[in-house]
C-alpha cells in the first residue's frame, strides 16, 4: 500500500506558513479532525495548495462552499505523479478508512465480464459483474455492460451453445426455441445431442476466449488448406467466408479482454520524481505497488535497464489472501484507466510462453517497454514555428 508519506499540523497562528510550505502538486490527502474519532476529509486533487486553501481559509459568510477550518486538525498527504497512482492510492486509503462505503465514495462499479459457468451441467456464457469462487471461467473486462452484450452475441453465432436460463431436462417433448429452430443451438433441451457432444462445443468456446479467437481462426485456416490441397475449392471458398466472420468478431475486441488468469501486464506512469518511471505491475487481474524506474542512478549501475525489468517481472503466484472482492475492484480501476480518454500512459501485456494451459510461464516485450520509457521521460516537442502556415494562408 502507497501510504501518505508527508503531513503538517494545521496551526491558526502559523497559517501562512503551513500553506507556504505545500506543494503545488497532484496529491492525495486527508484532513485529520481535533475530535476523536470524528471522520477523517478524504480526497484528491491536481493542486494541493490551491485546494487545501479552498478549505481551509477563512470561509466566505456568503459562500455555501466546504469549510473545515474550525474542525481541522492536520493535514496527510502523498505527490502523485499520474492520475492512474492517484486513483490507486486513493482506492487503497478510502478501502482503508470506509470498508463499507468505498466503492459509493469512489463511484466505482464492478466491472463488466464474460462468464462461462463450468460448473452447471449444460454451461452457458453470459455476462456478469460478479467474481465467485468456484468452477468458472471469466473473460475482460470490458468497456461497459453493452460492450459485452455486444461481444457475446456476436461472437456465439459462431458456437452452439445454449442461450436460455432454463433448466435442462432433456425432454424430447420439449420444442425447444428460435436458436434450436435455426441451428444454431445443439438443442440438449429436447435431448438434440449427447452430453459429451455439448462438452466438446463448450471446450471450443473457453478454447476460442483463452486464445483471443486464435484457436477457433487456426482451426479454420488447417481447414481451408486442406480443402484446397484436395482442390475443392468451393469448400474453401466457404471456410474462408467463416474466417472471415471470425475477423470481423474480433475486430471489435479490445486489447484488455482476455482469460483473468492471463491478464498479465504492467502499466507505465510517469512519478513524482524526476527522471522516474512508476511501474505496476498486474498479475492475474490484480494490481501490484509499483515499483520505480529510476533512470538517473541507473546510469552508474552496472546491470542494464532490462536486467532490472526481468528481475522485476519475474513469474509470481497470485496472493492467494487477495479476495475476490478485490479482484473486482482492481479490475474496474485498470477498466476506468485503459477506456478513459485522454489515456495518460502506456501498458505492455506478457504473452504466454508456449503453454496450453497459459500459467506463469510469461514472455515480455522489454525492447518496448524501455522505449516506453524514453516516450514519457522526454515529451514531445512543440511544434516550430515555422511549420505553422502563414496567417491569412487558406
Not at 130 to 142: D, H, K, Q, T
Not at 338 to 356: C, H, M, W
Request: net charge positive; with cysteine.
Amino acid at each position: 500500500m502507497l501510504p501518505l508519506e508527508c503531513g503538517q499540523e494545521f496551526d491558526l497562528s502559523r497559517e501562512e506558513e503551513f500553506f507556504a510550505a505545500l506543494p503545488p502538486r497532484p496529491a492525495v490527502f486527508a484532513i485529520e479532525p481535533k475530535q476523536e474519532g470524528a471522520q477523517v476529509f478524504l480526497s484528491r486533487t491536481a493542486d494541493l495548495r490551491r485546494r487545501l486553501e479552498r478549505l481551509l481559509r477563512p470561509p466566505d459568510p456568503s459562500s455555501k462552499r466546504l469549510n473545515l477550518r474550525a474542525v481541522a486538525a492536520r493535514i496527510r498527504y502523498r505527490l502523485t505523479g499520474s492520475p492512474f497512482e492517484q486513483s490507486f492510492v486513493l482506492y487503497n486509503l478510502a478501502r482503508e478508512l470506509h470498508p463499507r462505503r468505498y466503492r459509493d465514495f469512489l463511484r466505482l462499479r464492478p466491472p463488466s465480464l464474460l462468464k462461462l459457468n463450468l460448473a452447471g451441467e449444460y454451461p452457458r456464457c453470459y455476462v456478469t459483474r460478479r467474481i465467485l469462487s468456484g468452477s468458472a471461467f471469466y473473460f475482460g473486462p470490458f468497456p461497459s455492460r453493452k460492450a459485452a452484450d455486444g461481444f457475446s452475441s456476436e461472437f456465439l453465432n459462431l458456437f452452439k451453445i445454449r442461450r436460455c436460463q432454463i433448466k435442462i431436462r432433456r425432454d424430447p417433448t420439449f420444442p425447444g426455441c428460435i436458436y434450436s429452430e435455426m441451428k444454431m443451438c445443439l438443442a440438449p433441451c429436447f435431448a438434440g445431442c449427447s452430453k459429451e457432444e455439448y462438452d466438446l462445443e463448450v471446450g471450443r468456446v473457453k478454447e476460442f476466449l483463452a486464445t483471443c479467437g486464435a484457436s477457433l481462426t487456426g482451426e479454420f485456416e488447417r481447414e481451408r488448406e486442406t480443402a484446397s490441397e484436395s482442390l475443392d475449392f468451393e469448400r474453401a471458398a466457404a471456410v474462408h467466408k467463416k474466417t472471415e466472420k471470425v475477423s470481423g468478431v474480433l475486430r471489435g475486441l479490445p486489447d484488455l479482454p482476455r482469460r483473468l488468469e492471463d491478464l498479465n501486464a504492467v502499466l507505465l506512469h510517469l512519478a513524482v520524481e524526476q527522471n522516474t518511471i512508476a511501474a505496476f505491475h498486474v498479475r492475474a487481474g490484480r494490481i501490484a505497488d509499483p515499483f520505480f524506474l529510476r533512470f538517473a542512478e541507473m546510469q552508474s549501475q552496472p546491470r542494464s535497464i532490462e536486467a532490472i525489468l526481468r528481475e522485476k517481472l519475474l513469474p509470481a503466484p497470485g496472493d492467494e489472501s487477495t479476495t475476490n472482492h478485490v479482484l473486482e475492484d482492481h479490475l474496474s480501476l485498470l477498466a476506468r484507466w485503459f477506456y478513459g480518454k485522454p489515456r495518460l500512459g502506456e501498458i505492455f501485456f506478457a504473452q504466454p510462453d508456449g503453454s496450453p494451459a497459459g500459467g506463469l510461464t510469461t514472455s515480455w516485450p522489454y525492447r518496448r517497454i524501455i522505449r516506453a520509457c524514453s516516450r514519457l521521460l522526454v515529451p514531445p516537442a512543440p511544434p516550430s514555428p515555422e511549420a505553422a502556415p502563414p496567417s491569412g494562408a487558406s
